[in-house]
């Protein structure tokens, strides 16, 4: 497996964990993780037969059918999650994985979520605190020029200021992420050059990645 990011996602996952690979796509990440032994067990889902049969394809290839069992499931709705601890929510919009979550039956068993969204971070990090989820880690992967945000959640309850939401609480005190928060910075400030008038919340957001650029720096 060449890709950064799940391989980044992998590295989140004990050998102890029994885990639901939600829209697994190709398999890819299922497929890893077996064969480097590193879950309990693992199922592999997703919405449809159509995207489900690229990963059995692929499942197939390996011959690893025995170990990787799938199941097509809108989200978690035609899953029984009693024997399993952990999930993998990866390449999805905010909006949706939070749809996913929703039903709270299915998490009782679930100690731990991993979460690759592809938007709205603030609104992701405050769904899952709601929800009873505090965030263990996170880290940034950049591949192929864009930076992916993987978040290791797990069952507990705590408080986060606005700036630790929106940035991370954890990311706004690693300084290998001061890279990122300069792209992010250089880009909004390109944005806000562009616009007819000022924009507060775009600015705030600038004076925000500043002091956190300024605080990794020191």
């Not at 992010?184 to 562009?194: C, D, G």
Request: aromatic share 6%; net charge positive; with cysteine.
């Amino acid at each position: 497996m060449k890709s950064l990011r799940l391989k980044a996602i992998a590295n989140f996952i004990d050998s102890h964990d029994a885990v639901i690979d939600v829209g697994c796509d190709h398999g890819l990440l299922s497929i890893y993780l077996v064969e480097h032994q590193k879950c309990f067990k693992i199922l592999a889902s997703d919405i449809n037969q159509n995207a489900l049969n690229n990963a059995i394809n692929n499942i197939k290839r390996k011959h690893l059918e025995a170990k990787i069992p799938t199941i097509i499931s809108d989200g978690l709705n035609s899953i029984n999650t009693k024997s399993f601890n952990t999930l993998i929510l990866s390449g999805m919009g905010t909006t949706t994985i939070l749809k996913i979550l929703s039903n709270k039956s299915k998490l009782l068993s679930i100690n731990k979520i991993i979460i690759q969204s592809n938007n709205n971070l603030f609104e992701l990090r405050k769904g899952l605190l709601k929800i009873g989820y505090l965030i263990e880690d996170e880290l940034i992967v950049r591949e192929n020029n864009i930076d992916y945000i993987i978040i290791k959640f797990i069952k507990g309850k705590t408080i986060y200021t606005s700036l630790e939401l929106e940035f991370g609480p954890i990311l706004i005190n690693k300084k290998s992420s001061v890279n990122y928060y300069k792209r992010q910075y250089y880009k909004y400030l390109e944005i806000k050059n562009k616009l007819p008038k000022e924009n507060l919340e775009i600015v705030n957001r600038i004076k925000n990645l500043k002091k956190i650029i300024n605080n990794l720096e020191k």
